[in-house]
């Protein structure tokens, strides 16, 4: 055929819009004649005509934009489905179809249709941007990086893409680059909301909480309705301790915040730290759904709001459920023996000068080494201070973790085959719980920071003992209970007391009048106790009340609260707060500590005891309203224990007013403190490494976790009675 005849040929494919024939025939021609310039032009121009053509009109492709932004992406993916039998080869369809289907949850087919449009069309950054979210939501998490680094390898200054990357490198923990890449979207979007929130969340997370709350600040201005903004803002003044400035942004983040029962939550507890007691109404009429609906919200911040383990439990279940993944671990087959040393791990984020290590520092010197190897993960503040040295000096291994993701800190959990995992955080600020949904070891154990339920089993067992759990308390956890045989808080027997000598009159308190205490944190105190505080004030002459100063707005409302009662607001006398060894030396200037009831003194409770400051609690429900009844019956002072609120007024009222029985009380105690188990750190040490080696022998022998009971070490002391059931 000659060259006229190939070229007509070609051309009625053209006019019969056979076009894949048309470009074979084209391209015939070009093979034996590769310099004809009519094939040539003619090939090129069917070409440009085919691209249009593969691709919908732009009335199709701007209702199909439309449909997605405005989350109608059914009706999307059906405009595509239904259009990609006539534009076959459109690469928008099927990247917008990918993008549907991924919106929607089928990542498989979205993986499908993405694949075929990079086929089509392999230079557009969006599409690897689609195939990045797709990986990520999938938790191919590296994947996804490469693919987002090829996204913006073609658009690099494409604002989603460095968005959504940015929001990538936050979540593996790659905190520094997610800052770069956030803020170069920032400086390209100085406006955008969204950008500057995201942004403001990686500084946060950096430690730049100056740099952070101007972010957070700049978002607000530009989306006064932007909720997270306002949520976020309010946490972070929380966490620098400003209640005050914090409560109108928790405030409006209830407002817009529709069934996130977080935001409603954050905004109680603040106004609890505040003792602005309108909570009390606000939580009275929302407790039956708070934290049950929608986004689920910390524990941690209603446990003060009730004393009810039931509701307390169902909460942290589906707290639980949204923070702690229980992924895929590497299996663990069990040695034939016990290891001559167990391997133990310890993860939290208060290795420093905290109250956790008040209690516990003792604890890291007294393990038995011959027999433990001792593993410190630390992803708190790098704080160099006594504390941190006191837990440094004495483990074996001491992990620097504040910059690990959460998936690199569990790898070298693994990698260091730990026998034994426990969390000294649970739900309180800074914790990294999620990390044992990994199963960092064998055997997982809460611990000492978080007093209640994990609420999930990833938890094998919780370390208690008979007065914080009582017989019946069992259906309060989701962990197996392993039951100390004195109280379960370790207590550090070497915590130094200052020498300083203070005087009443320095502290502001009366030369002769009887002084009540309570220096537990503001927010545990609610209108129950301080009811009966201001009628002892009443009834026991020239008495004062001596409470820790936490903010001027606290002290200001308690003041006034005092006032409505018919009490001198001058009898509440404010104690700043000081270095702790001198805080302790102060506690003598006092006669009676007073405990709160939904959530005791807990550190601040053994920090009276072991100043010599009686205190007097009620033991109630929860975990957290029976501290102080452990406390002290493992100081041998049980009469101070009362089970309910008109015994307590009627014992303080009688302590208060017999000098004689308050002189006995403290003499006893002052004996106690040295010669019962509450601050024995080497009787405690011994009695934990015991538990230790119960829980760990059950796994070795290929029995599941089970409650299990401390005996009494050979200490000589009495084991704490197991008789007192929940009333």
């Known amino acids: 055929m000659t060259v006229a005849s190939s070229l007509h040929k070609a051309q009625r494919y053209e006019r019969d819009q056979n ?30 005509r085919i ?25 999307a993916a059906t405009l595509c489905a239904s259009n990609l039998n006539k534009y076959r080869k459109s690469h928008f369809l099927w990247k917008s179809l990918g993008q549907c289907h991924m919106l929607l949850g089928a990542l498989n087919e979205a993986a499908t249709c993405l694949n075929k449009a990079l086929e089509l069309n392999s230079k557009q950054g969006d599409t690897y941007g689609f195939m990045a979210q797709v990986s990520r939501r999938q938790g191919q998490l590296d994947n996804a990086q490469a693919l987002f680094r090829k996204a913006l390898s073609l658009e690099p200054e494409n604002l989603t893409l460095l968005n959504d990357f940015g929001n990538l490198l936050v979540q593996v923990g790659q905190i520094g680059e997610a800052a770069d890449v956030l803020k170069h979207a920032s400086d390209l979007a100085p406006t955008n909301a969204r950008v500057l929130f995201n942004y403001a969340s990686a500084l946060r997370i950096a430690g730049q909480m100056d740099a952070a709350q101007e972010m957070l600040e700049k978002a607000i201005e530009h989306d006064q309705s932007l909720q997270p903004a306002h949520f976020n803002l309010g946490q972070l003044h929380v966490l620098n301790g400003r209640n005050e400035d914090a409560l109108p942004y928790l405030e409006r ?124 993960y630390s992803f708190g503040p790098n704080v160099d201070d006594e504390g941190r040295a006191q837990v440094r000096d004495n483990v074996d291994h001491f ?18 085959r730990l026998d034994i995992a426990i969390d000294l955080k649970g739900f309180t600020s800074g914790n990294r719980s999620a990390i044992f949904g990994a199963r960092l070891a064998p055997i997982q154990i809460a611990y000492l920071g978080y007093p209640g339920s994990m609420g999930t089993n990833v ?70 106790e301080f009811d009966i505080w201001m009628r002892l004030l009443d009834q026991v002459d020239g008495s004062v009340l ?98 309910s609120p008109a015994a307590y007024e009627r014992h303080a009222l009688a302590i208060a007013q017999d000098p004689l029985r308050l002189a006995d009380i403290k003499a006893r105690l002052n004996a106690n403190r040295l010669t019962t188990p509450l601050f024995d750190t080497q009787c405690f040490t011994r009695d934990f490494e015991e538990g230790l080696d119960l ?33």
Not at 575 to 597: C, S
Not at 699 to 726: C, F, R
């Open 459 to 528: 938890y094998d067992y919780m370390i208690t003992d008979w007065q914080v759990c009582p017989p019946g308390s069992e259906r309060h956890y989701d962990e197996h209970l392993l039951r100390m045989p004195h109280s379960y808080q370790v207590n550090d027997r070497n915590r130094q007391t200052s020498d300083r000598v203070f005087s009443r009159s320095e502290c502001g308190l009366p030369e002769n009048g009887f002084v009540f205490c309570c220096f537990n944190n503001s927010y545990k105190i609610t209108p129950q």
């Open 546 to 643: 001596w409470l820790l100063e936490t903010s001027a707005t606290s002290k200001a409302n308690l003041r006034t609260e005092a006032q409505a009662r018919g009490i001198s607001p001058d009898r509440l006398i404010f104690a700043p707060r000081m270095d702790q060894a001198d805080h302790l030396a102060r506690h003598n200037l006092a006669d009676l500590f007073l405990d709160t009831f939904v959530v005791n003194a807990h550190t601040t409770a053994s920090d009276a005891l072991w100043a010599g400051l009686p205190v007097l609690t009620m033991a109630g429900k929860q975990f957290a309203a029976r501290v102080s009844a452990s406390l002290l019956s493992a100081v041998g002072l049980p009469e101070l224990i009362t089970h």
């Open 253 to 376: 983040a209830t407002e817009l915040s529709g069934s996130n029962d977080h935001a409603r939550a954050a905004k109680l507890h603040a106004m609890a730290h505040l003792n602005d007691w309108r909570w009390v109404d606000e939580y009275a009429s929302s407790r039956r759904f708070l934290g049950l609906q929608g986004i689920a919200c910390s524990p941690f911040l209603l446990m003060a709001m009730e004393d009810n383990p039931d509701l307390l439990r169902i909460r942290t279940q589906a707290y639980a459920g949204e923070q702690i993944p229980q992924l895929t671990a590497p299996t663990r087959t069990a040695p034939l023996s016990r290891p001559q040393r167990l391997r133990i791990g310890y993860f939290s984020a208060d290795f420093h000068s905290h109250a956790t290590m008040h209690l516990m520092g003792g604890m890291f010197q007294a393990h038995d080494r011959d027999r433990f190897e001792i593993f410190a």
């Open 51 to 75: 691209a249009t053509i593969d691709e919908p009109p732009a009335d199709l492709v701007a209702r199909i934009k439309t449909q997605i932004a405005n989350g109608n992406v059914s009706q």
């Open 19 to 48: 076009f894949e024939d048309a470009a074979e025939t084209y391209g015939e021609i070009l093979a034996r004649f590769p310099q004809n310039q009519r094939a040539r032009s003619a090939l090129d121009a069917l070409r440009n």
């Open 399 to 416: 992990i620097e973790a504040s910059a690990m993701s959460d998936a690199d800190l569990a790898k070298r959990a693994h990698d260091d």
């Open 695 to 727: 829980a760990y022998g059950r796994w070795l022998k290929g029995e599941g976790p089970d409650h299990i009971d401390v005996a009494t070490s050979s200490s000589g002391y009495l084991q704490m009675p197991n008789s007192a059931a929940l009333a």
